[in-house]
C-alpha cells in the first residue's frame, strides 16, 4: 500500500514542480480552460442536462421502454429504459450519457447493475464536435468528420453488444431478462424544475473543474508529446495536435472512442452511485473498435 501511495504522489509532484517551472503557460492554459467551458461546456451541456433530468422526473423515460424493449434485449440484453442514456450520449456527447443512467438508477427505474453496463457504452461524444472541430476544423474535410461520427457510433453499439454478451452478468440476462421494475410516479413540474436546475448546474460545474485542470496539465506539458499521447489526457488537446490525412483520422477515431482522463474524471462526477468498473473496460474496448474502423475507412476516403 505505501509503494501504490508513492506511485500515484509521484505524478502529483511532478505537476507541481511544472507549475513552478512554467507558470506562464499554466496561467495561459487556466484562462483557455475557463473559455473553453463558457463558449461551449456549459451552452451545450447545462441546458440538456436540465431537459434530460425534467424528461426523467415527469415520467416520459418509461414510453422509451415500451419503444426500445424489441432493440435493446436482442442487442445488448438490456430493458428498453437503458435507450435514454445511449441516445443521451450519442446526442449530447461527454458525459451526458453517463449523467442520464446515474439519474435513472437514483430514480429507481434502473437497478444499479443495469446503470454499471449501460456506462460500459453509452457515454459517447457528440456530433457538434465530431463535425464541426474535429471533421471540418482540424481534418479539414465535412466529408471525414461524418465518417469519423459514424465510426464512433458503431464502436460504441459494437462494444455494447460485446460487453452485455461476455460479462458474466450479462450472459446471465440471456437466460432471463431483468426483473420488470415499477415506475415512479412522475411529479410535477414545479417540483422537478428546481431539482433539475440545481442537480444540472452543479454537474456541470464539476466538470468544468476537470477541463480547466486536465487544460493546465497539458499546458505544461512537453509540447514534443505526440497527439496520441496528449488525446489519451484531455481529448480536445490531442485532436488539436492531429493534422490533416489518413493517419489524423484514423488517431482521431481512437482519441474520441477513449474520451481521455478528462471525460473519465468527468464522468466519474456525475456517475453517482455508480462505479466505473464497465465504463474502463468499455472506453478501452471502443477505441480499439474505432481504430480498427478507421483504418479500413481511411483506405476510402484518402485513397
Known amino acids: 500500500m505505501k509503494m501504490k501511495r508513492r506511485i500515484l504522489i509521484l505524478p502529483v509532484l511532478l505537476f507541481a514542480l511544472a507549475l513552478l517551472r512554467f507558470p506562464q503557460e499554466a496561467a495561459q492554459a487556466v484562462r483557455e480552460g475557463l473559455l473553453l467551458c463558457f463558449e461551449t461546456v456549459v451552452p451545450s451541456l ?61 430514480s429507481g427505474q434502473l437497478s444499479q447493475e443495469e446503470g454499471e453496463r449501460c456506462l460500459g457504452f453509452v457515454n459517447n461524444c457528440g456530433p457538434a464536435f465530431i463535425l464541426s472541430y474535429v471533421g471540418a476544423g482540424i481534418l479539414h474535410s465535412s466529408r471525414a468528420g ?57 454537474s456541470v460545474l464539476n466538470i468544468c473543474g476537470f477541463v480547466v485542470l486536465f487544460r493546465t496539465v497539458v499546458g505544461v506539458i512537453p509540447a514534443a508529446l505526440p497527439a496520441a499521447a496528449l488525446g489519451a489526457v484531455e481529448m480536445v488537446s490531442g485532436v488539436a495536435a492531429l493534422s490533416p490525412g489518413p493517419a489524423g483520422f484514423i488517431a482521431a477515431a481512437a482519441i474520441l472512442g477513449w474520451g481521455g482522463l478528462s471525460v473519465h474524471c468527468q464522468t466519474a462526477t456525475v456517475a453517482g452511485p455508480l462505479r466505473l468498473r464497465y465504463h474502463w473496460l468499455g472506453k478501452g474496448v471502443q477505441a480499439l473498435l474505432s481504430l480498427a474502423l478507421a483504418a479500413g475507412a481511411a483506405q476510402f476516403l484518402f485513397p
Open 146 to 202: 461524418v465518417w469519423l461520427y459514424l465510426i464512433h457510433v458503431l464502436s460504441a453499439l459494437l462494444t455494447g453488444m460485446l460487453l452485455c454478451r461476455l460479462l458474466p452478468e450479462g450472459r446471465r440476462s440471456r437466460a432471463s431478462a431483468p426483473p420488470s421494475r415499477a415506475e415512479p410516479q412522475p411529479v410535477s413540474l414545479s417540483a422537478a424544475l428546481p431539482t433539475a436546475v440545481t442537480g444540472s448546474l452543479t
Open 46 to 106: 447545462f441546458p440538456f442536462f436540465v431537459v434530460v433530468s425534467l424528461l426523467i422526473q415527469l415520467g416520459a423515460a418509461g414510453a422509451l421502454q415500451r419503444l426500445f424493449a424489441p432493440f435493446m434485449g436482442p442487442l445488448f440484453h438490456l430493458r428498453g429504459l437503458c435507450a435514454a442514456p445511449l441516445i443521451a450520449g450519442l446526442v449530447g456527447g461527454y458525459p451526458a450519457g453517463a449523467r442520464t443512467a446515474a439519474e435513472l438508477v437514483r
